[in-house]
């Protein structure tokens, strides 16, 4: 019996044991817990916290001096505020020296190197005939803005127009500007005839080209060597090429304007502008035609040709004939017909013939190799 108690005592003062140390780890638990609580805001508090450094100064116009009010200030770190009515500004900053950057519709952005504790006074520069940068459309009478533009147009600033490079202006818009196609069976762009079409053909017995309208007054193609010569026109001084289209062409220049019209619009000083000097020069090197590129029949073959038809009786209507002309085969052949000159002689005259090739000749004493330049 005694024994029996000593047992159970014992394994109640087991259990009062495991009850005290879970309630120690149970108490350390949440203490751990609570103090890392109350310690994870402090850090985050210290992350996004600022330090007492100030950025401070002002901002005026550097032309007349003005406060302005309203200009941003940005850091790196990305805080930012305004200018004031006086233009002064302040700005709590974590780094003691770093970078600022201001921006104002109308002025040009500015970054500067700031120091905390020293008064900044920022000078804005104005962005300078901000107005005039707004691309607009010259009809030959007046310019508007493109948006107000009514028909169908196509605007070629000078960047665009420089980027092929010729000699003349025409073949420049050509690969350009849609709806123009060139007609190749005339001189290629060259003289007096444009040799280009806005949509096509408009007009029967007239004028097929576009009208060209260069300041404002119309350089028409009269066929006169004095007068509309494209190539008069230095593309080097066109600061921009307005094509019009369609019918509100016609609606500004008439019927002229029947096949399209070219505005031209050349480059010109400005109020203030200082003095500059532009200088472009193109120079373009080829080498001569390849004349035989194309299969010809040879000169042996073209006299056989002419012998058999002479032969034939091709020719015996119209040798007479006053408005006849005959080659110098069909001469000889005649002669020979004629009596005046023997068989041998006739060969001997044929076979010096076969040698001749006009191609030859031509590249001999007409083709250069090309070299044309354009200041």
């Not at 108490?27 to 890392?36: A, K, P």
């Not at 000078?123 to 169908?152: C, D, F, H």
């Not at 373009?284 to 002479?310: C, H, N, R, V, W």
Request: glycine content about 6%.
């Amino acid at each position: 019996m005694k024994k029996l108690k000593l047992q159970s005592n014992s394994s109640v003062l087991l259990h009062i044991q495991v009850l005290k140390i879970t309630l120690l780890v149970i108490l350390y638990l949440l203490v751990s817990m609570f103090s890392l609580s109350a310690q994870t805001p402090r850090k985050e508090s210290e992350a996004d916290g600022l330090s007492n450094f100030v950025l401070q100064g002002t901002v005026v116009s550097a032309t007349d001096g003005k406060r302005l009010q309203g200009v941003s200030v940005r850091t790196e770190q990305k805080q930012r505020t305004s200018s004031m009515e006086d233009g002064s500004f302040k700005l709590p900053v974590k780094h003691r020296n770093g970078t600022v950057k201001f921006t104002y519709i109308g002025y040009k952005p500015l970054e500067a190197e700031y120091s905390a504790g020293v008064s900044l006074t920022i000078r804005m520069i104005p962005v300078e005939n901000q107005l005039e940068e707004v691309e607009v459309v010259s009809t030959g009478y007046q310019k508007i803005p493109k948006e107000r533009a009514t028909g169908s147009f196509e605007f070629v600033d000078n960047k665009l127009l420089n980027r092929k490079v010729s000699t003349d202006f025409v073949s420049r818009l050509e690969d350009v500007v849609p709806s123009i196609s060139s007609t190749k069976f005339f001189s290629e762009n060259k003289g007096r005839l444009l040799n280009i079409n806005v949509r096509g053909v408009s007009t029967m017995n007239s004028e097929s080209w576009p009208l060209v309208v260069i300041d404002g007054v119309p350089y028409p193609n009269n066929f006169d060597l004095l007068n509309g010569n494209f190539m008069n026109i230095n593309p080097n001084d066109i600061l921009n090429v307005t094509v019009l289209k369609d019918a509100s062409a016609s609606s500004i220049w008439g019927a002229q304007s029947g096949n399209g019209v070219i505005v031209i619009t050349t480059k010109r000083g400005k109020y203030n502008q200082p003095f500059q000097i532009d200088f472009n020069t193109n120079l373009t090197i080829g080498e001569k035609p390849d004349l035989y590129y194309a299969p010809q029949m040879e000169s042996s073959d073209y006299i056989d040709l002419e012998q058999l038809l002479f032969d034939k009786g091709y020719w015996t209507s119209r040798i007479k004939r006053y408005n006849g002309s005959m080659t110098p085969v069909i001469q000889l052949l005649k002669k020979f017909k004629e009596n005046s000159i023997t068989s041998d002689e006739l060969k001997s005259e044929l076979d010096m013939l076969r040698n001749v090739d006009v191609r030859k000749d031509y590249l001999t004493y007409m083709y250069r190799p090309l070299c044309s330049a354009a200041i």
